[in-house]
């Protein structure tokens, strides 16, 4: 699961990561007056960001044709105008697809002057099976083209998960990112913060771009985590209700959100062929034969090792919603997983939504017979699939 921007900057800040003071709202109003109060308070400029869960906001465009995610501005009455032309709009950057995001809160907070933009990050590196930090000199809004072209300027530091970050290794990042002086001691506590926000939030990915080098109005210079992103282990949701409530179903694909609700494991893709699986592995490979017979799946679907018939036919109704759809493979090995169970789902579903595209279903494993059985039996016209390689020709034929 992601959160948004300003909830990772209140986690983030938890640990004593130095985060710009930022207010948040969701009418063009409110933005005003939030900057009227930061202006009364000395602040020379105001930085107006978009909400949504993905980068490249700066480098963004809204389908209205209004420029940028992120908007610098000197007056309120500059913000209440750039808030006006972003809430309600959809905003389409490099991350979000063609389709874009509604914005529908912004962060309205005081913009240092920035002196220099780093790179930071703390993720999981499944190689080592360890985390790691990542950093560079060179953070803002090019580190892809940073990571592709120049990756000897992207530093690496891998963590002994059982240790955490050691202060000497908190250091060391600093130093390689070139900090001097004060600033040194100042990075190693935060990089310490972000480290310990990575690892008690079971997040799996923290990255701050920019993290900026920034002076104060007394001309110190200082660290502030400009931006954050966070994703966290869905897995260890449940030990982190504060992080649960962050949830912004707004952002989550609406099917998705009811493939939830039953426990299916769905995720929503482009092409025609639905398929409805159980277990993931197998839900994989019959993605990647569907694909093999020259057609693309419409979904990843795995309904677990122990679907229940109710569970079956809401994944039924799921896979149907998708417009996309121009054909069905169901492809279950009955391990656990009585095929029976499958088969009865399957005709009360295909009978309650009245189904009328071509459904081929493969069934092996625990109780097949009667599964066939089942199926054959309820009226319906269901292709039978032998191996799983026949299913998914017959499944790709009858669409085509
Ligand atoms: P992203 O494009 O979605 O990654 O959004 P960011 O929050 O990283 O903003 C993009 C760029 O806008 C940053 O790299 C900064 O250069 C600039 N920016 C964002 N917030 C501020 C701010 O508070 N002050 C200043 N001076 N620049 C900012
Ligand atoms: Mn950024």
């Given amino acids: 699961m992601n959160i948004h921007e300003y909830q990772a900057k209140q986690l983030l800040a938890q640990y004593g990561v130095a985060i710009p003071a930022t207010e948040v709202c969701d009418t063009a109003d409110a933005a005003r007056k939030i900057a009227e109060q ?8 105001i930085a107006v960001k978009s909400q949504i869960h993905a980068g490249g906001r700066g480098k963004g465009t809204f389908k209205s044709g209004f420029q940028g995610g992120v908007k610098l501005c000197r007056t309120a009455e500059d913000v209440y105008e750039k808030a006006k032309a972003m809430l309600g709009n959809v905003l389409v950057t490099k991350q979000t697809g063609p389709e874009g995001r509604l914005v529908s809160k912004l962060i309205i907070a005081a913009a240092p002057e920035i002196e220099k933009e780093l790179y930071l990050a703390v993720l999981l590196d499944r190689s080592s099976s360890r985390p790691v930090v990542m950093a560079s000199t060179e953070g803002g ?3 892809e083209e940073v990571a ?7 530093i690496k530091e891998s963590i002994d998960p059982a240790l955490g970050m050691m202060p000497y290794q908190a250091r060391k990042i600093a130093a390689a990112l070139g900090l001097k002086g004060d600033l040194i001691g100042q990075g190693a506590k935060l ?29 110190k210079e200082t660290l502030l985590a400009v931006d954050a992103k966070f994703s966290v ?32 494991n769905y995720i929503k893709l482009d092409g025609s062929i639905a398929c409805l699986v159980n277990g993931a592995g197998l839900a994989m490979a019959t993605m990647d034969i569907i694909q093999h017979f020259g057609a693309s ?15 079956v036919a809401a994944a039924f ?30 005709v009360a579903a295909v009978k309650e939504t009245g189904l009328k595209l071509p459904l081929v279903v493969r069934l092996e ?34 669409v085509a």
């Fill in 38 to 45: 930061l202006i009364a308070k000395g602040a020379e400029l």
């Fill in 141 to 143: 809004m090019d580190i």
């Fill in 148 to 154: 592709a072209r120049t990756p000897e300027k992207i």
């Fill in 191 to 219: 990089l310490l913060g972000v480290y310990k926000t990575w690892w008690e939030s079971d997040a799996s990915l923290v990255e701050i771009n920019p993290l900026c080098i920034v002076r104060t109005r007394e001309g």
């Fill in 233 to 264: 282990d869905d897995n260890a949701l449940y030990r982190h209700p504060n992080i649960q409530a962050m949830r912004d179903l707004a952002e989550e694909a609406p099917l998705e959100i009811e493939a939830s609700k039953f426990s299916l």
């Fill in 297 to 311: 799946p419409a979904n990843f679907l795995d309904v677990g090792g122990g679907a229940s018939q109710d569970q």
């Fill in 317 to 346: 109704k799921i896979i149907l919603q998708d417009p996309n759809v121009k054909g069905i493979l169901v492809n279950i090995f009955g391990g656990i997983m009585d095929c029976n169970v499958i088969a009865t789902g399957i």
């Fill in 365 to 398: 494993g625990n109780n097949v017979e009667a599964g066939r059985k089942t199926l054959a039996e309820s009226g319906l016209t269901i292709i039978s699939g032998g191996s799983m390689a026949d299913a998914a020709q017959k499944v790709v034929k009858a």
